[in-house]
C-alpha cells in the first residue's frame, strides 16, 4: 500500500527545554488508513501533529508527504504548502462567521459554493450553512472544524484530541462519525489522544508514546493483546504484571500464581526468564481451572464485574489478581474460586 507519511528520525526539542519533546521517532502511515497518537499527556503527541502540519520544524530527521520531502536538513515546505487539513483542540472556529462561512474560509476556488454543500453533506449539517457556530452543540462544532479541513481536499486530516470536550454519549457517537467521514473522504487521518478507549475504537493503528518515543505500533487489537513493554502493557487498559520461567516446550511458563499458557513460544527459550502481562479479561471461572484463590473484594461496573482474586503460592506469598467477569456472575468475598486464562491475553513484555 501507498504511504501517505513518512517520518524519518525525527528530533525536536523546544528552546530552552533540556528534553526532546519527540526523540527520532520513525512512522509510515498508509493512505486512506487512521492512525492514533496515544499516550499520556506531554509525551509529545501535539507536537508531532505540528510537526507534520509544518507549524515547528525539526532539528533532524525527514517528514514526507505524498512521497515528496516536506521537511530535511536542507528542505523546508511551509505550512500553506502541505496538502494538509488540520483540527484543532478546541476546534479554532471562527466565531463572527457562520458554518458556511467557516467551511469556505481560505478556499480559493471557483467551484467553492458547491464544495462547501459537498462536504456539509459529508458530514450531516445540509441545512446549517446560515447558523452562527456559537449556536451549535459541541458535537456540531466538531463537524464544522472537520467540514473545515475536508473542504480543501487535503491528503491527510490532522485531529488533535478531538473527543475530548465530548460527554460519553456524544464521544461514541462522534467516534463513528469521524471514522465514516475519513474513510468516505478516502483522507488519510492522524488523531492524537490520551483516551485509550478513543484510540483503539477508531483506529487501524495506533501508535503509543511515552516521553518522546515510540513504544508500540500496531492494530489495536495486537497492542491490546501483546503489548511490548511494562508501559503499555498499564497504559493501553490495564494488567498484572508477573515474573515467570518458561517450562520445557515453551507452551507453559511458571509463575507465582502457577501455570500460565503462552502462544509466545516463537520468542521464547527453554528456562528464560520472562516478564509477562495478564490482561484482567483473560480470565474466566472454570471446574478444572488451574489457579486457585480467594475473592477479596469486587465491585460492579455495568459491563462487567471486577475482581481481586488473592492466589497463594506454595511459600504462601500472596499475589493479588485483578479479573474482569461477566456481570452475571454472583460473588461472595472470600468464596474460594478456580480461574482459568486464555493465552491470548497473556503476553511476554520487556522492561
Ligand atoms: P502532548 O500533546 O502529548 O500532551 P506536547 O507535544 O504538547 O505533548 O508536549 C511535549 C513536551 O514539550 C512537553 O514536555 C511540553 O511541556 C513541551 N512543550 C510543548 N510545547 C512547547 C513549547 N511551545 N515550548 C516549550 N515546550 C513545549
Ligand atoms: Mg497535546
Known amino acids: 500500500m501507498e504511504t501517505a507519511i ?11 527545554e533540556a528534553q526532546a519533546a519527540v526523540c527520532n521517532v520513525s512512522l509510515k502511515v498508509k493512505r486512506g488508513s487512521i492512525i492514533t497518537l496515544l499516550g499520556p499527556s506531554g509525551c509529545g503527541k501535539t507536537t508531532t501533529l505540528r510537526l507534520i502540519a509544518g507549524f515547528e520544524r525539526p532539528e533532524s530527521g525527514e517528514i514526507y508527504i505524498g512521497g515528496k520531502l516536506m ?7 511551509s505550512a500553506e504548502k502541505r496538502k494538509i487539513g488540520m483540527v484543532f483542540q ?5 466565531p463572527h462567521l457562520n458554518v458556511e462561512e ?3 474560509f481560505g478556499y480559493r476556488e471557483k467551484d467553492k459554493k458547491q464544495r462547501v454543500q459537498e462536504v456539509l453533506e459529508m458530514v450531516n449539517l445540509l441545512g446549517f450553512e446560515k447558523k452562527g457556530v456559537h449556536h451549535l452543540s459541541g458535537g456540531q462544532q466538531q463537524r464544522v472544524a472537520l467540514a473545515r479541513a475536508l473542504a480543501k481536499k487535503p491528503d491527510v486530516i490532522l485531529l488533535d484530541e478531538p473527543f475530548s470536550n465530548l460527554d460519553t454519549n456524544l464521544k461514541q ?13 478516502n483522507a488519510t487521518g492522524i488523531l492524537v489522544s490520551h483516551d485509550q478507549k478513543d484510540a483503539l475504537a477508531i483506529s487501524d493503528e495506533i501508535v503509543v ?3 518522546g518515543i515510540i513504544q508500540q505500533k500496531g492494530s489495536p487489537k495486537r497492542v491490546y493483546q501483546f503489548p511490548r513493554n511494562a508501559f503499555v502493557a498499564g497504559f493501553v487498559g490495564e494488567s498484572n504484571m508477573m515474573e ?17 499458557p503462552c502462544n509466545q513460544y516463537h520468542i521464547l527459550s527453554e528456562g528464560e526468564k520472562v516478564l509477562l502481562s495478564l490482561r484482567p479479561n483473560g480470565f474466566e471461572i472454570a471446574e478444572d481451572g488451574e489457579i486457585e484463590g480467594v475473592v477479596e473484594s469486587f465491585s460492579y461496573v455495568g459491563e462487567y464485574l471486577e475482581a481481586r482474586v488473592g492466589v497463594m503460592n506454595e511459600q504462601k506469598k500472596k499475589t493479588s489478581l485483578l479479573i474482569y467477569l461477566h456481570p452475571n456472575e454472583i460473588l461472595q468475598q472470600g468464596d474460594p474460586l478456580k480461574l482459568r486464562v486464555s493465552a491470548n491475553f497473556v503476553s511476554v513484555v520487556k522492561n
Not at 6 to 16: D, M, S, V
Not at 90 to 94: K, S
Not at 244 to 255: A, D, L, N
Open 6 to 16: 513518512e517520518l524519518k528520525g525525527i528530533t525536536k526539542t523546544y528552546k530552552g
Open 71 to 77: 521537511a530535511g536538513e536542507k528542505t523546508w515546505v
Open 90 to 94: 478546541d476546534y479554532a472556529l471562527f
Open 102 to 104: 467557516n467551511i469556505g
Open 173 to 185: 457517537t462522534m467516534r463513528n462519525e469521524v471514522k465514516r467521514i475519513l474513510k468516505k473522504a
Open 209 to 211: 508514546m511515552k516521553d
Open 244 to 260: 515467570g520461567v518458561v517450562q520445557p516446550g515453551k507452551r507453559w511458563i511458571t509463575t507465582e500464581i502457577g501455570s500460565i
